[in-house]
């Protein structure tokens, strides 16, 4: 099972990429976002209880989602691996996500990071909130996440570049010709 996780700030491309991904190499495509906008929608217990706090551009609980995680990969089982976006955001994400992999015999295979300029990012997202109207693309919810993501998440970069898995791959360009950046590095890796 190849366990890709897809890194980068909000904005980065990560969703458009994964679903590309996802079908050329037949993994199963975990977006925690996906998930947690599907249960608001349905105002299911745990779409309410995270509502506010995704609205508000902060993460949820650390320990709402490694049940996720586990629940949303026992769903697949006809797959040659998965692409995890959105998913770790923390150490302790990272940490939790670690057990329940080795508890299945398993390991994080890569972390493929998109690069791309943060100005160019935060057009991209208030371009995506009129498009989608997400509530949380504001403009302060949107700078509100760059914020979590440098104090929160970027740490992971140590973490998987200590661990020889950490790559990254140039996310400006067309689609297309970022998907190719991605596929070199997943090739040599796969
Ligand atoms: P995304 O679509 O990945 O940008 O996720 C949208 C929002 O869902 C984030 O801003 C967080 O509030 C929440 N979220 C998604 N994934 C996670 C995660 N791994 N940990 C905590 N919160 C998350």
């Known amino acids: 099972m190849f366990n890709l996780i897809l890194f980068g700030p909000p904005g980065s491309g990560k969703g458009t990429q994964a679903v590309k991904i996802a079908e050329k190499y037949n993994f199963a495509h975990i977006s925690t ?94 371009i995506r909130a009129q498009l989608q109207g997400r509530k949380d693309d504001t403009e302060d919810v949107i700078r509100n996440r760059m914020v979590v993501y440098h104090t929160q998440t970027s740490p992971l970069i140590d973490l998987y570049t200590a661990q020889n898995k950490y790559e990254v791959a140039c996310g400006s360009g067309t689609i297309d010709e970022i998907s190719e950046n991605l596929y070199k590095i997943i090739d040599k890796h796969f």
Do not use: M, W
């Not at 947690?36 to 609980?61: D, W």
């Not at 949303?72 to 996500?97: C, E, M, N, W």
């Not at 943060?118 to 991209?124: A, D, L, S």
């Open 33 to 126: 976002g996906d998930i947690f906008r599907s249960e608001i929608k349905n105002k299911t217990e745990l779409g309410l209880k995270v509502q506010e706090v995704i609205e508000k551009g902060e993460l949820v609980p650390d320990e709402l989602l490694v049940a996720i995680l586990d629940n949303a990969i026992g769903k697949y089982s006809d797959v040659d691996g998965f692409i995890f976006d959105g998913f770790p955001r923390t150490l302790r994400q990272a940490g939790d996500f670690d057990s329940l992999l080795t508890s299945k015999s398993q390991s994080v295979s890569l972390v493929l990071a998109l690069q791309v300029d943060e100005e160019e990012v935060i057009k991209r997202l208030l």
